[in-house]
């Protein structure tokens, strides 16, 4: 088995739980089924599968975007399958999102797209600043804060949006294909950042098809849709095995 | 409440994109702002009109004396005053009457074939029973023809009331005119930036957040709008004002519109605002709560 990226007893405790969940759509066909599995604090996991597996629709279930249609789904130790929707925002406020297509204010520069959720969440200005320009010079757009994003190429939109996605330190990063549109260096660097917000306890799943990104990190549980049901290749989703911190780590 | 809507932090306020005021809410909230002014000034003008019509006549009977019984007048004059209850008798004599109606009938006013009886306005004591002195007044003047001066005035002030509740019921319909442009509006404004909204709700933002974000937009609309009603409706209002009160004058004394009828047409403006505001939110918060 291969090592997970675990560390002490409370990075063993779960940020997510299924059990049972499936999810339809209207009145068609189960898109996710039978799902049930547990994400630990602080681990690593890439979600694969073939195109209409669901795995989008698996991350709109991750990021609150979507109640599923029957079981049960808990984060953070809530269970918010049929949590009043007062109560999403505080949760979704934990968790930071990269989205396929960005999802950029387009009217906004790259600053303010990126402090968003500072702002949202009531942080003053002083903090906002600091910790958004710090963000737009982790993943290099340090100079182009002020670009809105219809001036800013493929590649610089999706890092505002990573940037946007952390700015926070979410407890969960969900990240749809977030290397989709940026060449193979920027890819790396990207996950170098993922990877240190994971380092911070942070809980990532990434969905993508780039199997050589799955290669770069062999410390990450790997997560398999097929026809809605989730395949466990690294088998360690439903008991995550207790294992020393990986090099490098704290 | 309203005006804490308003005040949003600037960089809040940046999460829509800055347009010029535009859109239904600025025309319909000007439009409906001076309508419901005139219309509710039109009202309260006739509410006054009505007020000062039956105060001045209340307490007053008209005495018909036929033309035949003309020589008889100061005398009949003199029973009147003694009747118990009457404070005062004025009299118009039959060349008095002649004299007004000449504005109409010229010359032939004066003709003596034409029978002109002379009239006397008895006003009467506040606590008297206007009965018992018309009873009194017949009996002194037998073939006098007496009536009280609201009664031959009911008609009148009836259309009066009539119109002062078209009046209100016009105010009350334009101001659910006012809410319907509004809940488009909103409508609207939340279909334009669906994906903004998406976005803010995606990373945590309440339905609340969303809005206020909303609500500054259409009361800064609306505001707008309203001063520009208010401003049209103050100039119509007085270059119509001078013909209004000098027709009227001729009826009834006093001005047209008393100072409080002066605060409550500049209350319109503002319950107008607050109504948009008030039906944005409303609307607002009920099509966001359809979502997740």
Partial sequence: MR??????????ASVVQFESVGLRYGTGAEVLRDLDFTLS??????????????????????????????GRISLFGEDLAHAPRETLPQFRRRIGVVFQDFRLIRHLSAYDNVALPLRIAGRGEAEINSAVREMLDWVGLGDRAGARPATLSGGEQQRVAIARAVVTQPDLLVADEPTGNVDSEMAKRLLHLFDALNGF???????????????????????????????????????????????GRP | MTFDRIRIPGSESRLLPAEKLHGPTVAVTAIMTFAMIVVAAAGLALANAASIVTAGTESKLVVQVPAASAARLPGAVAAVRAIKGVRAVTSVSEEEMRETLERWLGSAAASKDLPVPSLLTVEIEPRANASTVGAGIRKAIPEAGVSAQSAQLKPLVRSIRGLEWLALSLV?????????????????????????????????????????????????????????????AVVVLLLLGGAIAAAAGDLIAGAPLGIGDLLILAAIPVAAVILAVAVAHITLLKALRATL
């Fill in chain 2, 172 to 232: 009350f319909l334009m101001s659910t005119a006012t809410a319907a442009a509004i809940v488009l509006a909103a409508r609207g404004a939340l279909d334009t930036h669906r994906s903004t909204v998406e976005i803010m709700h995606g990373i945590g933002a309440t339905d609340i957040q969303v809005t206020r974000l909303f609500e500054r937009k259409i009361a800064v609309d609306a505001i707008a709008g309203a001063l520009a009603g208010l401003a049209a």
């Fill in chain 1, 41 to 70: 604090k602080g681990a690593f996991y890439f979600l694969t599968g073939a195109s209409g597996a669901g795995k989008t629709s698996l991350l709109k279930l991750l990021y609150l975007a979507q109640r599923p249609t029957r």
């Fill in chain 1, 201 to 247: 306890g942070t809980t990532v799943v990434v969905a993508t098809h780039d199997l050589g990104l799955i290669a770069s990190n062999p410390g990450a549980q790997l997560m398999r849709l097929d026809s809605g049901a989730l395949v466990d290749p690294t088998g360690a989703l439903k008991n995550p095995p207790r294992l020393s911190p990986i090099e």
């Fill in chain 1, 3 to 12: 090592q997970v990226r675990t560390g002490g007893e409370d990075e063993l």
